[in-house]
């Protein structure tokens, strides 16, 4: 016999399919949502709707975009000889709000993973060789995650544009400011001693 009324357990069941959403955390975010104003969750209901009716990819970057191209690939300003390879959508974000990159980006929706099946088709990397064969990008920042199906799908990017006459990079990887040494994990001393640059 279920505990709460039916379109309760419902709303809590959607809920927990999303990503880190567990069994409590859903209970929770159900009952905020009953005990809300009801303009307040009619506002959410449109805000999600909204998302999906409006939004869609970059034909450009595959980035998301409210028109045809994102508002990165439509900047004038921005500088359109780098092009920075990233995983996912989000990645854009965090390297957006570093401040410390003005080019564009091309994003893959997924890396590389034989054990889950995501072959090269999968991801947009004929999309990114296009976009360099069509001139003007001197150089490509692989940005992908520092795991194995980021390396895999660093490396097998790296040997798609070598031909190309195109600089392929690699984002640094290592300690994070404010480490202590003794709580980094092995790879990531490995990964930071492999990077390491003159002072």
Do not use: W
């Not at 009619?42 to 034909?59: F, N």
């Not at 088709?121 to 064969?133: E, M, P």
């Not at 790296?158 to 003794?182: Q, Y």
Request: proline share 5%.
């Amino acid at each position: 016999m279920p505990t709460f009324a039916e379109p309760l357990m419902k709303l809590m069941e959607a809920l927990k399919t999303l990503p880190g959403i567990g069994a409590k955390s859903a209970q929770r975010m159900a009952f905020h949502v009953l005990k809300a104003p009801r303009e307040e969750i009619e506002a959410l209901a449109a805000a999600l709707l909204d998302v999906k009716s409006r939004l869609r990819l970059c034909s450009e970057c595959f980035n998301i975009a409210d028109a045809e191209r994102c508002t990165i690939c439509n900047d004038a300003a921005r500088d359109r000889s780098k092009i920075c390879v990233v995983e996912e959508p989000g990645n854009v974000a965090v390297i957006e709000r570093s401040g410390g990159y003005r080019g564009l980006y091309h994003v893959l929706h997924g890396a590389l993973s034989p054990m889950h099946g995501v072959g090269p088709d999968q991801i947009r990397a004929g999309a990114l060789v296009a976009r360099v064969r069509s001139g003007g990008v001197h150089e490509v920042i692989l940005a992908t995650n520092p795991t194995a199906d980021g390396e895999t799908t660093a490396t097998h990017l790296s040997s798609l544009l070598a031909p190309l006459g195109v600089e392929v990079t690699r984002i640094g990887m290592g300690l994070p400011v404010g480490a202590d040494i003794d709580y980094v994990d092995e790879v990531t001393v490995s990964k930071a001693l492999d990077g390491r640059r003159r002072v």
